[in-house]
């Protein structure tokens, strides 16, 4: 045996015995580490060098068929990798999780000496068979190591030197390792330094391109440090849904918001947060970046380090559904494939109404006309509103609602168009912008306009005819670049023949009228309870919660007196009491369920001292009923006499439309 193995030997066997104890420092100590484990842990013998184990092709597909397309993507990359390395006399192996080298690329005229060194298809380099590696001691320390040469743990492989990096799949599961190794190289460790870089930086494209192919049909975030680069080689890049919600992470934001988010979150614990949560990117510049606007003066920076990161967003690259998610069994809801749309195709499904009002406002929006929304309390015209700014070509500006009825008519005035210092006694000392000034070149939404007092009106007036506001107690007036989004319940025609409404304020603000239906007219109901629902049971964490079909036949069966808004907090109070199972009558407020249950059961004459299904709604009704009336309407008897909880008793009470005599 030549001496440089025997010398090799000798070393491996001192150091991993524990019998020559060396302070080393990384990445040495860690050779130092596998060795010894190599010998205690898997048994394996340095003076027994091993040749490479190269697994036969049926198991090799076996191992391959596991990560099909995983494999795609990253044969685009090795490929690329190559012709940069090739030359240099270096070829490239992929191998899964388990050590097995599932793809290579290498010089076909060098064949037979690469695959009896292993560095070949389906050669096993997991430690605890080819002992100290590249690829065996990367899947072990989770990092890009090169292990070079002598610090090899087998004899046979101290000629060869291995770069290896891991690569994580979307979810953080370690997919496999990518190693670039040369049959020799020169002694010195640093003549591999570069090889390091390039690997780490191959390594994480393939992750990248493989998290793009994962999260295609999502909006996707992406931070870079370098502002010219972000769009090509933003490090960071988060999934999110149509709603700014994290459904993905690749492996640089993963990293990123662990550090960030200290405090228990774990990488998971991203998923599901809305973006705005996570940086300080508000929703208004996110779609606009998402739309192609350019925002070069947007940078996020991170808490703890203080770095500042700069934007872009990618849009889907299919525009045909986002994750579907299963509901549970036996409810009919949870969440659909959903097209992923812009702010104001989000409002509506297929109701005529909606859809021509959403045809309309996007012919309107950016046409310099003054809109005026109006519709009924509740029927989602501040919604409506902030999906027109969010269109607009203004959605990277401020949008400022203000509710003219809710303002005390003595604040309104200073809110609007704010003071210079010193103006009140009380006030900031500083002085105040007004909502007018703050909406700048955005979009200031003035809600219920018709409660505007006469003589703020006329002062409006002038702040839009002028495109300047005098704040109190300053003698020169500021310009603003102001768009107006108005919005009311009331008839302001009506309001003008009374003289409360200026007529000349309703032609200004009124360009073009938006008419939004109220709920019981619209024919998209399902939509909204859908789109409803995921937004409530996400804001208490509910997800895997659904409906089923018979509270949604109620539901759809309702007249909505109160609108979107008493829809929605009929959902938030039924999902709160469902707890996570799906939600069915019983947990609809009593109103639902017995405008809709009043054809169906007979109430019975107060004398019979009780309503209920004496008709026989069905036989669990009838049993119930005469359970309660035996017990003198004890809930607690009747629950234990039918073998039910209190509660259980209560829901079928409410199903079956059955009343205490104390309650009629
Ligand atoms: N298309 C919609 N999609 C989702 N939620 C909606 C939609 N329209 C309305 N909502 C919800 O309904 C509620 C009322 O909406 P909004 O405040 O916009 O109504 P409004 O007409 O401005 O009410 P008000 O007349 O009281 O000012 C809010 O919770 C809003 O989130």
């Known amino acids: 045996m030549p001496d440089a193995l025997t010398r090799h030997i000798d070393t491996v066997i001192a150091v991993g015995s524990g019998a020559l104890a060396v302070r080393a420092p990384e990445p040495e100590s860690l050779f130092h580490k596998s060795w010894a484990r190599c010998m205690t842990q898997h048994g394996l013998d340095p003076t027994r060098p091993t040749p490479a184990r190269i697994l036969p092709s049926a198991a090799v597909r076996e191992h391959r068929q596991r990560m099909e397309g995983f494999l795609r993507v990253a044969r685009s990359g090795m490929e690329d990798m190559y012709r940069r390395v090739a030359d240099l006399g270096y070829m490239l192996l992929l191998t899964d999780a388990d050590g097995i080298a599932v793809d290579y690329i290498g010089n076909p005229a060098m064949e037979p000496q690469l695959k009896r060194a292993g560095l070949y298809i389906g050669a096993d380099w997991n430690e605890a068979h080819a002992g100290t590696c590249g690829v065996g001691t990367c899947l072990i320390e989770r990092t890009t190591i090169t292990c070079h040469r002598e610090e090899h743990f087998d004899a046979t492989h101290i000629s060869l030197t291995c770069t290896s990096s891991p690569l994580y799949a979307p979810d953080g599961e370690l997919l496999g390792v990518l190693d670039v190794s040369a049959l020799k190289s020169p002694d010195a460790r640093d003549s591999q330094h570069l090889v390091w870089h390039l690997t780490t930086m191959y390594a994480q494209m393939i992750e990248d391109a493989n998290f793009l192919r994962s999260f295609g049909h999502c909006w996707i975030l992406r931070l870079g440090r370098t502002r010219g680069m972000v769009e090509v080689s933003g490090e960071l890049m988060l999934a999110f849904d149509e709603d700014g919600i994290v459904v993905g992470a690749n492996t640089g934001a993963r990293r990123q918001f662990w550090q960030t988010l200290q405090g228990g979150r774990d990488a998971a614990g991203l998923i599901g947060t809305p973006l705005t949560e996570l940086l300080d990117i508000s929703p208004n510049v996110l779609w606009g970046l998402a739309r192609g606007h350019s925002a070069p003066e947007v940078a996020t920076r991170f808490p703890h380090h203080g770095h500042r990161f700069f934007p872009s967003v990618i849009a889907p690259r299919t525009r045909a559904g986002s994750v579907l998610r299963m509901p549970p069994p036996h409810s009919v809801m949870v969440e659909e494939a959903r097209p992923v749309l812009g702010a104001l195709d ?308 409410k199903r079956y439309g059955i009343t205490p005599p104390n309650q009629l």
């Open 346 to 653: 989000r409002l509506a499904e297929d109701d005529p109404l909606m859809q021509q009002l959403i045809h309309q406002a996007k012919r309107l929006v950016d046409s310099g006309v003054a809109l005026l929304i109006q519709g009924e309390t509740g029927a989602g015209k501040e919604v409506l509103a902030k999906a027109l700014h969010e269109h607009s070509r203004r959605a990277s500006k401020p949008f400022v609602a203000v509710n003219c009825a809710s303002i005390p008519e003595s604040l309104i005035e200073s809110e609007l168009f704010g003071y210079t210092p010193g103006t009140f006694t009380g006030g900031r000392s500083k002085g105040m912008k007004g909502l007018i000034a703050q909406s700048d070149g955005g979009t200031l939404f003035l809600d219920e306009i018709g409660d505007m007092p006469l003589h703020l009106q006329t002062r409006l007036l002038r702040v839009l005819s002028e495109s300047e506001v005098l704040p109190l107690g300053a003698d020169k007036p500021v310009p603003v670049t102001l768009n107006v989004i108005a919005a009311t319940h009331r008839d302001l025609r009506e309001a003008i023949e009374r003289g409360a409404f200026r007529e000349d304020l309703y032609y200004r603000l009124c360009g073009a009228a938006l008419r939004l239906p109220p709920l019981r007219e619209r024919r998209d109901l399902g939509y909204l309870v859908r789109t409803l629902f995921q937004e409530e049971a996400r804001r208490l964490d509910l997800q895997a919660a659904g409906l089923t079909s018979e509270a949604l036949a109620l539901l759809q069966a309702h007249r909505w007196p109160g609108n979107v808004r008493e829809l929605r907090n009929v959902l938030r109070y039924a999902l709160a009491l469902s707890g996570g199972q799906p939600v069915t009558p019983a947990e609809l407020p009593a109103e639902i369920v017995h405008a809709a249950a009043a054809p169906r059961a007979v109430t019975v004459a107060p004398a019979a001292a009780a309503t209920g299904p004496e008709t026989a709604c069905d036989d669990q009704g009838q049993r119930l009923l005469q359970a309660l009336r035996r017990h003198k309407w004890s809930i607690t008897a009747a629950a234990q006499e039918l073998g039910l909880c209190r509660a259980t008793v209560y829901r079928q009470m």
